[in-house]
């Protein structure tokens, strides 16, 4: 339709099938109105809430490295996967989030 319309072109349509979604999106969800503080308090909850598991996460000081580089190793939530981190490259992910 947008095409038929002269809105959109062949390559802009390519460009969106060619598209991988991020897993990144929004929840449009029933209006919050300022009164409804049952509403207000389980929105604060979700945004305060920390968006990586501590539990799941392990510093290694610098002086304990095998390298001398400070490190975060996290664990994947089903504990398939580990990966390890620089300390300042995990710091940079926290704060990019």
């Not at 062949?10 to 991988?20: G, P, R, Y």
């Not at 919050?32 to 392990?58: K, T």
Request: aromatic content about 10%; hydrophobic content about 40%.
């Amino acid at each position: 339709m947008l095409k038929k319309e002269g809105k959109i072109t062949n390559t802009v349509i390519e460009n969106m099938l060619s598209w991988c979604h991020s897993g990144f999106h929004v929840y449009l969800c029933d209006r919050i109105f300022s009164d409804d503080q049952a509403s207000l308090g389980n929105l604060a909850r979700y945004i305060i809430r920390a968006c990586f598991s501590q539990e799941r996460m392990v510093y290694i000081p610098a002086e304990d490295s095998h390298d001398g580089t400070a490190k975060v190793v996290y664990t994947s939530k089903d504990r398939k996967s580990r990966k390890t981190f620089n300390a300042m490259d995990w710091l940079a992910r926290l704060v990019s989030l």
